[in-house]
């Protein structure tokens, strides 16, 4: 099993600045993506930012230039370093990992953690 833990949200102005942390735990597969995703009250899920086993990351558009992920491996932490942050980033931000077997994937979530952008 694995389980994820969120943190670093809260409410920030517009304009700032907010790092999102994810401490993963249990057994996680050398071949694997850890992300941020994000939901709004009747909207789904999107993905926010990923990084993939290897160094690539994948982007949404709307945080490009803005967001930042890392991870550090050896501490199985993922991090989302979120600058000049919109109103419109306020969100539940869920951290995901994906094991990838060879026959199949698993994903887990974490919990969520509240990012507000108001002034």
């Known amino acids: 099993q694995v389980q994820l833990v969120e943190s670093g949200g809260g409410l920030v102005q517009p304009g700032g600045s907010l790092r999102l942390s994810c401490a993963a735990s249990g057994i996680i597969f050398s071949n694997n993506a850890m992300g941020w995703y994000r939901q709004v009250p009747g909207k789904q899920r999107e993905l926010v930012a990923q990084l993939i086993s290897g160094g690539s990351t994948n982007y949404a558009d709307s945080v490009k230039g803005r967001f930042t992920i890392s991870g550090d491996n050896a501490k199985n932490m993922v991090y989302l370093q979120m600058n000049s942050l919109k109103p419109e980033d306020t969100a539940v931000y869920y951290c995901?990992?994906?094991?990838?077997?060879?026959?199949?994937?698993?994903?887990?979530w974490g919990q969520g953690t509240q990012v507000t952008v108001s002034l």
């Open positions: 995901n990992l994906v094991n990838r077997g060879r026959w199949a994937s698993y994903d887990y």
